[in-house]
């Protein structure tokens, strides 16, 4: 029914495994704070970069009539929209993998030790280092070898996670269950999946910045398409206010998506910010 | 049934945990009778949780058996309800969730449900935070909720593991006094756990000492306190004195 103690050591101090977050709302003072950061940096930037470096350092009011000039060419709409379909493809695929696997193996010493050596082996390989072979995996360089990769980057943390999440499972609570009685239906619902939830979102949080990295590297690697191809064309053409719009473009995606996370967290795990 | 009934019989009863070859007792017997509140004191490790959990059935025994109505017990029962010393509330339910909980498995009807938690949540004193989650409470609510979670089965038979045990004293007293209330509406067959003398005295109708690990019985003693009580009825009374005083000198003195 439960693991041993020796199992749960093991996993311990993998780096990727973040601990569930304490939902925490932020004051209008750290509001203050965060956006005067900004517009400092921007201040510095517009006023004293390109002093230092004309080429590089291009203002940001630059790098803003650039995003307005491939709004208006259209540019940037495809971009994204090619972009995006490889993005929550992978996301996708690595939320389901990782689940199902994340809980097998949480749950089923014979599914952990199945899948671990593997595991372990893929996640000490750079990622990167795969992504030239998913093409030839694939007999493709459209879309699904990038989603493969997108999914490659993100599906780890997740899986970790999920894991990690399954195991910890309060001992005393399993027997709690089992002293009332409980069926392995409802242990499930009551019990483990509750208690991994928050784990589980720690993890999707960590998988949306991965999986945009995969997603730019596979479009430098496999086509050259999307956001990726925008970043290399315009830098290969010195361009560097265009280059900085779709880098831009995905860090708000990536901030945006991580912030709708959190916002999911309060609502589908409200005990969390309960907690006083 | 009559009042000398036994409802729970542990003969020679071995429990050894492999790790560290520990064994926590070996050839135990004892009898629980109907209706009555047994407590079982002993020292801080001597077994006793592991007592009770192999008379719930959660953990096997290593010799020996335990019955309930005369059946081996193997596996936990719906007529038999525990009170954990942790609580044991589930996070993500709240206080209504969690009183529901052993119903819901037990698979009642709704309208049976909604109307025992009501009851319970009411009993306990713990109207108004039923939409409230376990972390929003203090220990004492909590506890409170554990206690309706265990009385809303209405169970032939309640075990209690310390429930009282991490409790501030005047909360616990408080409980206390509300738990000897609960009996004194509902009288049903008790095993209370402490390592409480007070405790032990106040809740019990007899008092079973064990020993040191392994658990043996030092004494089992009759107290002759008539209920109804209260903490403070129980302590004024003449027989409360005598009856710690032997119960110390059981626990600080090692066996003959
Ligand atoms: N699952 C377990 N595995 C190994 N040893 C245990 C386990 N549970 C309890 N013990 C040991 O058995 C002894 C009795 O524990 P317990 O029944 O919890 O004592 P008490 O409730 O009287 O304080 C202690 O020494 C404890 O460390
Ligand atoms: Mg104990």
């Known amino acids: 029914m439960t693991f041993d103690q020796a199992r749960v050591k093991l996993e311990e101090s993998r780096p990727m495994t973040a601990h569930p977050s304490r939902w925490r709302r932020l004051r209008p003072g750290d509001w203050a704070v965060r956006l005067g950061a ?12 390109p002093t230092l470096n004309k080429l590089i350092l291009r203002p940001p009011s630059d790098i803003f009539r650039a995003f307005f000039e491939l709004v208006a060419n259209g540019e940037l709409a ?3 929209s090619q972009s995006f379909r490889e993005l929550f493809g992978g996301l996708a695929v690595a939320l389901v993998v990782g689940l199902v696997l994340g809980i097998a193996s949480g749950r089923w010493r014979f599914v952990y030790n199945a899948i671990d050596p593997l595991v372990s082996a893929l996640y000490s390989v750079p990622a990167v280092a795969l992504i030239p072979l998913l093409p030839v995996a694939f007999h493709s360089i459209g879309d699904p070898p990038r989603i493969a990769a997108v999914a490659l980057f993100a599906v780890f943390p997740i899986l970790i996670n999920t894991q990690q999440g399954v195991r910890n499972v309060d001992r005393q609570l399993l027997e709690v269950a089992r002293s009332f009685n409980t069926s392995e239906r409802r242990l499930w619902t009551d019990v483990i999946i509750p208690s991994a939830t928050p784990y589980l979102l720690a993890g999707v949080r960590l998988a949306i910045g991965r999986g945009l990295i995969g997603m730019i590297v596979a479009e430098f690697f496999i086509g050259l398409v999307g956001l990726g191809y925008l970043i290399i064309s315009y830098e290969n053409v010195f361009r560097i206010d265009r280059m900085f719009v779709p880098v831009i473009v995905v860090a708000t995606v990536g901030v945006l998506m991580m912030g709708f996370v959190q916002w999911l967290e309060g609502r589908i795990a409200p005990w969390l910010k309960k907690e006083q | 049934m009559n009042a000398q009934q036994t409802r729970i019989s542990v003969e020679r009863a071995t429990k050894r945990f492999s790790a560290g070859g520990l064994t926590v007792f070996d050839g135990l017997d004892l009898a ?9 004191l002993g020292p801080s490790g001597c077994g006793k949780t592991t007592l009770l959990r192999t008379m719930h059935g959660l953990i096997p025994l290593d010799g020996g ?3 309930i109505d005369d ?14 010393q942790h609580f044991g509330l589930m996070p993500w339910k709240r206080v209504r969730e969690n009183v529901a909980y052993g119903l ?11 109307e025992r938690v009501e009851r319970y949540i009411e009993m306990v004193g713990l109207r108004g935070f039923e939409r409230s989650y376990p972390s929003q409470l203090s220990g004492g609510m909590q506890q409170r909720a554990g206690l309706a979670r265990a009385l809303a089965l209405e169970p032939d038979i309640l ?3 310390e429930p009282f045990g991490s409790l501030d004293a005047l909360t616990r007293e408080i409980l206390q006094d509300e738990l000897l209330r609960i009996y004194q509406l509902m009288p049903r067959t008790m095993v209370f756990i402490t390592h409480s003398i007070e405790e032990a005295i106040a809740m019990g109708d007899r008092i079973l000492v064990l020993s040191a690990r392994p658990a043996r019985v030092r004494e089992l003693l009759q107290v002759d306190i008539p209920r109804p009580r209260t903490v403070d009825s129980v302590i004024a009374h003449p027989r409360f004195l005598p009856l710690r005083d032997h119960c110390w000198r059981l626990l600080r003195e090692p066996a003959a």
């Open chain 2, 32 to 40: 629980v009778r109907d209706k009555e509140a047994l407590c079982i």
């Open chain 2, 65 to 67: 058996r335990i019955l």
């Open chain 2, 104 to 114: 819901e498995l037990a698979g009642l009807p709704k309208a049976t449900t909604d």
């Open chain 1, 78 to 80: 495809e971009a994204m």
């Open chain 1, 38 to 49: 900004i517009a400092l940096i921007l201040g510095v930037w517009e006023f004293f970069g």
């Open chain 2, 71 to 84: 059946a081996v017990v193997s596996a936990p029962r719906r007529n038999v309800a525990m009170v954990f």
């Open chain 2, 159 to 161: 075990l209690m593991d």
